[in-house]
């Protein structure tokens, strides 16, 4: 069985924050590679934020030092802490899973994802 289900999306406005949480319902959840990304209507799906099997993590520019991914092992969730949120935010975002590996960076392209949430949704006013 192969599964990821988004929660925590809402409205907030400019400057707060959210915490997103993706449930991971996959085996060898420890050996993939992690990602958010975010798409807004006529846009294509961007690559938020990547976390690889080795700790390794990447972040979009528009993002670093505003989001923070964590990855709970114990019950396979992976969190996104979004603060000083700004209306550029707004968007779908999804949780993405692909195989990875050690010394290995994630991608950061949406093709090289095969599992993929339902999406939750973000609006930031301002």
């Known amino acids: 069985q192969v599964q990821l289900v988004e929660s925590g999306g809402g409205s907030v406005q400019s400057g707060g924050s959210l915490r997103l949480s993706c449930s991971a319902s996959?085996?060898?959840?420890?050996?993939?590679?992690m990602a958010w990304f975010r798409q807004v209507p006529g846009q294509e799906r961007e690559g938020v934020v990547t976390s690889g099997p080795d700790g390794t993590t990447y972040y979009a520019d528009s993002v670093k030092g505003r989001f923070t991914i964590s990855r709970d092992n114990a019950i396979k969730v992976v969190h996104l802490q979004m603060d000083s949120l700004e209306p550029g935010d707004t968007a779908t975002y999804y949780c993405?899973?692909?195989?990875?590996?050690?010394?290995?960076?994630?991608?950061?392209?949406?093709?090289?994802?095969?599992?993929w949430g339902q999406g939750t949704q973000v609006t930031v006013s301002s």
């Open positions: 996959i085996v060898r959840y420890n050996t993939y590679c």
């Open positions: 993405a899973a692909v195989v990875g590996a050690w010394f290995v960076p994630c991608p950061v392209n949406k093709d090289e994802y095969k599992i």
